[in-house]
Structures are given as C-alpha cells and as structure tokens.
C-alpha cells in the first residue's frame, strides 16, 4: 500500500520508470485482480487480529478487520492467498490499520517518527471512530 510522491515520480526518467518500478506495479495489479473476492481463512484473520493487539494495542473483532479489510482488498486477497506467516502480510495489516484510522502508513525505518507517539495518536484515532459509531 506505499504511495510513491507523485513529484518524486515525476522526476523520473522514462527509463527509471520502466526498470522494476511498472513491473512491480503491474505485478500487484494483475495479483490483484486475479485475488478479487477471495476471503482469507477465518484462522488467518485471528491471527491477523492478534498480530494488531500485539503491535498496536488495539483491540478488533475479527469481523471488524474483515470489514476494514473489504475496503483494501489487496491486502485481503494477500491474506487470502499468502496466509499469516507471510512477513508482507503483516506489513499490509498494519498499513490498513494507519490508513483506516489516521489516513498514514504504518512508520518506516528513516522516517524519523516517533513510534510510540503515532500508536498514542493510532489509539486515539480507533477511539473517536468507535465514539463515532455508537453515537450513530
């Protein structure tokens, strides 16, 4: 789920672009529609939602990451069809937990962050949409 800077893409040459960067790209979209409507085992998703209290202490359902889940459904299909153990996996789930919640990815090696501070504003960030929901 890395979103590239469009001006950094930009800046790119044509062949740049060609060497591995559209490969990957293609790559991942043709995975991805291949994947299209798979549903990942129901012991894949425990894992999955275990992985996130571990990581982040906060607590889903494994119904609620299904539903977050339908939102990014590359990352479900890659649960889907890699399983649990797939270390890429792991990466996507935490991306669609920062993404669902704070609109981010989840903090990178050299990217100067803060990791307790982002999971204090990720649980902050899961709170007020639960507050959001049971006031709807």
Same mark, same amino acid.
């Given at each position: ?19 591995? !960067? ?49 939102? !990014?459904? !590359? ?25 669902? !919640? ?18 204090? =504003?990720? =649980?902050?960030? =899961?709170?007020?949409?639960? =507050? ?5």
């Amino acid at each position: 789920m890395h979103v590239v800077n469009p001006a950094v893409i930009a800046k790119w040459s044509l062949e740049r672009l060609e060497e591995g !960067y559209l490969q990957n790209r293609l790559a991942i979209l043709e995975h991805a529609l291949q994947s299209a409507g798979k549903v990942p085992s129901t012991e894949c998703v425990r894992s999955a939602v275990e992985f996130l209290q571990e990581q982040t202490d906060i607590t889903l359902t494994s119904a609620e990451l299904l539903s977050l889940l339908d939102l !990014y459904p !590359y990352a479900k299909a890659k649960l889907a069809d890699y399983g649990w153990g797939d270390t890429e996996v792991g990466d996507l789930i935490l991306d669609v937990i920062a993404h669902a !919640y704070l609109g981010s990815r989840w903090p990178m090696n050299g990217d100067g962050c803060d990791t307790e501070v982002f999971l204090d =504003r990720l =649980r902050h960030a =899961r709170k007020s949409y639960m =507050r959001l929901v049971q006031a709807a």
